[in-house]
């Protein structure tokens, strides 16, 4: 097993961004909001931009160089409520899986979360995905409800489930 790097991604990073991020909507259509369809006709600016947002964390892991996981963190920006922060997107490449990588990218936003203050992480997850809910579920991440038929691929419904840590 090769030791990981995990870093905040800017605006430097931006080809490795779209590299895992389009992947990770090519490999798991059900699983994410976005499609790559959609996400493939953007623009470098886009992705830059992406990565410049104060209240998005975009993280990354690295192993000899090469992006092999991504987690993202958004901070509430309204006052109320900066005190729930939700992740996102958490993808670890195929080959990666199984040696704690999605874990550390968690602890790592969450350490992030918490020096702003936050309270609460909040996410959602295809209540079919057994392997992210468990890996949440030892994370402290708890289920809270289901939103149903959220997802439409290829006239297929998937619900979410809504899962939620207090810090
Ligand atoms: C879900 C996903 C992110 C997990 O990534 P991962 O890096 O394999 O996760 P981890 O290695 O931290 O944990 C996975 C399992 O490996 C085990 N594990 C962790 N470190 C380990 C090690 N050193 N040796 C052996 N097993 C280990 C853990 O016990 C964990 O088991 P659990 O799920 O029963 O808790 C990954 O499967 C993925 O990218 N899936 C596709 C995208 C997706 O579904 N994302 C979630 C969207 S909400």
């Known amino acids: 097993m090769k030791n990981h790097d995990i870093k905040k991604l800017d605006n430097n990073?931006?080809?490795?961004?779209?590299?895992?991020?389009?992947?990770?909507?090519?490999?798991n259509k059900e699983s994410f909001g976005s499609s790559y369809e959609e996400e493939s006709l953007f623009n470098d600016e886009f992705w830059m931009d992406r990565l410049s947002k104060?209240?998005?964390?975009?993280i990354g892991a690295y192993i000899e160089e090469e992006i092999v996981a991504i987690i993202v963190l958004v901070l509430n920006v309204r006052s109320k409520m900066k005190h729930?922060?939700?992740?996102?997107?958490?993808?670890?490449?195929?080959?990666?899986?199984?040696?704690?990588?999605?874990?550390?990218?968690?602890?790592y936003a969450e350490?992030?979360?918490?020096?702003?203050?936050?309270?609460r992480l909040n996410l959602s997850v295809v209540d079919s995905n057994t392997n992210a809910i468990e890996l949440y579920q030892r994370f402290g991440f708890v289920n809270y409800g289901i939103e149903?038929?959220?997802?439409?691929?290829?006239?297929?419904?998937?619900?979410?489930?809504?899962m939620s840590k207090k810090l």
């Open 13 to 27: 990073n931006y080809l490795d961004y779209k590299k895992i991020r389009l992947e990770l909507l090519l490999d």
């Open 54 to 58: 104060k209240n998005v964390h975009t």
């Open 84 to 107: 729930v922060a939700t992740i996102n997107s958490l993808y670890v490449k195929p080959s990666y899986r199984n040696q704690g990588i999605a874990y550390d990218l968690l602890k």
């Open 111 to 119: 350490n992030i979360a918490k020096i702003n203050g936050v309270e």
């Open 148 to 162: 149903p038929d959220t997802i439409k691929v290829d006239n297929n419904y998937y619900s979410l489930s809504l």
